[in-house]
């Protein structure tokens, strides 16, 4: 057997066994990591719906998740806590499909519904993996139609980064209505925290 193939198993195993070990620390590291950042932001950044308890308990959510889909679904469930609609979007190979969506009229619409990989929104957000506010003309104009425009003029993607690459997205927006809230401090946090656990529970099952 070569050097790397006897060394391989051990590796494996002293990695598994560290992370099992401190998976609840790095629950805690997260929820720790989080609440410093909220401390950090101006008052008027952090309205008072998104208080840190809230958000800590929408983390800590996310985190007993034990499937990616599991996980993805809190993510959904915590985001529809700070913004009037939600939806979030599988991307794979440049293209966004939906996959499932909170506070729209018609909820099991945005399943399978495909962003358009020109909407200048999509471009930049899986373009430059990084959170993008857009007014109504940057997003997908077919979705704007189907699901009514956002009052406030505004919409939101998040990407969910992965390995370096966008995983999916998250689409929120204060609603049709005017009366939504969007609280796009909040939204970032639940997606840059859920991002860290998805990687931690990926190398781990790799190392299973």
């Keep these: 057997m070569t050097e790397r193939g006897w060394m391989e198993p051990i590796v494996e195993r002293v990695v598994t066994q560290v992370l099992e070990n401190h998976a609840g620390q ?43 889909k599991e996980i993805l679904k809190a993510l959904l469930d915590g985001c529809s806590s700070y913004a009037a609609r939600v939806a979030l979007f599988v ?55 189907d699901f009514g425009a956002p009052a406030k003029g505004e919409g939101r993607f998040l990407p969910l980064v992965l390995k370096d690459k966008v995983a999916a997205l998250i689409y929120a927006d204060a609603g049709t209505n005017g ?15 859920t991002s860290a656990w998805l990687e931690v529970s990926t190398l781990r099952k790799q190392t299973a």
């Design 26 to 68: 790095l629950r805690t590291e997260i929820v720790r990591r989080v609440m410093e950042e909220i401390a950090a932001q101006p008052a008027t950044e952090s309205p008072a719906a998104a208080n840190s308890a809230d958000l800590a308990r929408a983390v800590s959510e996310i985190q007993l998740g034990t499937s990616q």
């Design 91 to 145: 991307v794979r190979g440049g293209n966004a499909t939906g996959w499932q969506g909170r506070g729209f009229k018609a909820n099991d619409a945005v399943k399978d519904f495909a962003l358009d990989p020109k909407a200048t929104a999509v471009v930049r957000v899986i373009g430059d993996r990084t959170f993008v506010s857009a007014p109504t003309a940057d997003l997908d104009g077919r979705f704007v139609q």
């Design 179 to 193: 009366d939504g809230q969007l609280d796009g401090g909040a939204l970032e946090l639940l997606v840059l925290s």
